[in-house]
């Protein structure tokens, strides 16, 4: 008798820096999603997939809730409503060492008016000595909305992930499987490739430049070496708005742009299990996140 399969859509929504890409890899078990302290790491919508057993779990990690400064802004936060406004169950994650904000109980008041389950995430507990401090915590969210589950996680060491899995599964409904079963996310292998690279910049990088930047990858070639051992060419660029943002990155006598070449290119081989021959240039537009055409070249649109 053949088993039915099941299916659960999960977008996991917050303010940025709230967890929300860490806790995406944790729950699929790779890294797909770049991960920065940082605000606003996460720029359009990623998808996550886990199949356990007949049940597929897809996870659509979504920018951090914020303030609107410019173009790429007004699309990041129309991802983040879109998203909401069509899902199954709504994961929404907080931070245990910070009071709601203004944008979280916007946030809170758009899921109010929908109809699909929500859990409340309080993640990073491996940051509170006295756990008794997280029952405040979880009163002043559930103030704002009523969730159907709460519970207490932290990504970054995985206590609580289990539990995740338990309630989704419970909410999971009948329904085919929409991805290959051994497919981890719909990320194309160039926009993963740019991503690895744009956070190994963010992590570099000061204030100042990170949301100035983005990725490119210009060409990507497979090839054998002499002693028939794969190589995969990259040649990847940073773009920037300001040519004085351009020096910092390349760095003195191009120490920064090696650094962060290195970083990118030991991720690479780790994840796609292959030699990395990556070669980075910088190159400078100004005002791109005021520009929708390149916002939509650079692939952040929300439309």
């Not at 005021?290 to 939509?296: A, F, V």
Request: proline fraction near 3%.
């Amino acid at each position: 008798m053949q088993t039915e399969t099941k299916n659960a859509f999960v977008t996991i929504i917050g303010r940025p820096n709230a967890g929300k890409s860490s806790l995406l890899n944790a729950l699929v078990g790779e890294k797909i999603a770049a991960v920065s302290s940082k605000p606003q790491t996460t720029r359009t919508k990623i998808t996550g997939v886990l199949t356990k057993d007949e049940t597929q779990f897809v996870f659509m990690d979504t920018p951090g809730m914020h303030k609107s400064k410019n173009k790429l802004s007004e699309h990041m936060i129309k991802t983040v409503n879109d998203s909401v406004a069509d899902v199954d169950i709504a994961m929404f994650v907080a931070d245990c060492t910070k009071k709601p904000n203004d944008t979280e109980k916007s946030l809170l008041d758009n899921l109010n008016s929908k109809n699909g389950k929500s859990v409340l995430i309080i993640n990073k507990i491996d940051l509170i000595q006295n756990k008794e401090e997280l029952i405040s915590i979880i009163t002043d969210y559930s103030s704002l909305h009523d969730f159907d589950e709460v519970i207490p996680v932290s990504a970054l060491t995985g206590d609580g992930l289990d539990i995740i899995m338990q309630v989704l599964n419970k909410y999971a409904a009948e329904g085919p499987h929409y991805f290959p079963d051994d497919m981890l996310t719909d990320q194309p292998e160039k926009v993963i490739m740019a991503e690895i690279i744009r956070e190994k910049a963010l992590n570099n990088l000061n204030e100042e430049i990170p949301h100035g930047i983005a990725v490119t990858i210009e060409s990507l070639n497979e090839r054998d070496n002499r002693a028939g051992e794969s190589i995969l060419d990259i040649s990847a660029v940073i773009f920037c708005e300001r040519d004085s943002h351009k020096g910092i990155i390349i760095g003195k006598k191009g120490s920064m742009l090696r650094k962060i070449g290195e970083e990118s290119r030991n991720e690479l081989e780790e994840f796609f299990q292959i030699k990395v021959n990556l070669q980075c240039w910088v190159k400078v537009k100004e005002g791109w996140r005021n520009r929708e055409g390149m916002i939509r070249n650079f692939g952040l649109s929300s439309n």
